[in-house]
């Protein structure tokens, strides 16, 4: 089955630097990666859509400017969280679509555990 | 627009027993209905899936879930608890064609009680 990576699996930070999480998918091409976060013990938000060479669309509420979302080749997506704070703190997953001959089923990856002390 | 509605966020049951899970969802288009499962600490791992055709849906594990149009519902059964269920599992529910966007519910965390 298609596979997705995440790294880190977990990370620790200090408030104001930024952390990059890379998503990948293994075996497939994703023409469309999405970021989840999510709280303990809630559900999967979803932050943001990217597509392969375009600009991702971002769900409301969601700070573009905060959550930098690049999405340069068909197996590799970044977020990256600029000037962490605490409130930064969460789970983060990423999802791909596009392998498999499943356009509508997304692949998630294991995610990333993010603290910002 | 759609939406998720997972009844009890919480269940128990007993090694062996019925596992039922309710799903009921909204959506304006015709749907795809999902079932996902989370061990702590680690990703989603998809339980099964309704696109079209046959309403029930076998998925991995024992498990399966009946497409129900007219309640809108798409509940997620397996005849026998085994304790490597425990965990939390999530319906989800996008729409056929399109941009695709999937809905999460809250989740429900099963607890097997041996």
């Known amino acids: 089955g298609a596979v997705v990576s995440q790294h880190p699996s977990w990370v620790i930070c200090k408030s104001g630097t930024s952390v990059k999480i890379e998503c990948r998918s293994l075996d497939f091409q994703a023409t469309t990666m999405f970021w989840y976060r999510q709280f303990p013990k809630q559900s999967l938000m979803l932050m943001a859509t990217?597509?392969?060479?375009?600009?991702?669309?971002?769900e409301q509420g969601v700070e573009k400017d905060k959550f930098l979302i690049n999405h340069a080749s068909l197996t590799l997506s970044t977020l990256t969280v600029t000037s962490a704070h605490p409130e930064d703190s969460s789970f983060y997953i990423c999802?791909?679509?596009?392998?498999?001959?499943?356009?509508?089923?997304?692949?998630f990856g294991p995610g990333t555990r993010l603290t910002v002390t | 627009a759609q939406s998720v509605t997972q009844l009890g966020s919480h269940v128990s049951v007993s090694e062996g027993a019925l596992v039922l899970l309710r799903c009921n969802y909204s959506s304006s288009v015709p749907p795809y209905l999902f079932w996902y499962v989370q061990y702590p600490n680690q990703g989603l791992q998809l339980l099964l899936k309704y696109t079209t055709g046959a309403t029930l849906v076998k998925g991995i594990n024992g498990f399966e879930a009946e497409f129900k149009k007219s309640e809108t519902s798409f509940h997620l059964t397996k005849p026998s608890a085994h304790m490597s269920d425990a965990a939390e599992y999530f319906c989800a529910v996008s729409s056929q064609g399109g941009y695709q966007k999937v809905t999460f519910g809250t989740g429900t965390k099963l607890q097997v009680i041996p």
């Open positions: 990217s597509n392969e060479g375009s600009k991702a669309t971002y």
């Open positions: 999802s791909a679509r596009g392998g498999g001959g499943s356009s509508y089923e997304q692949y």
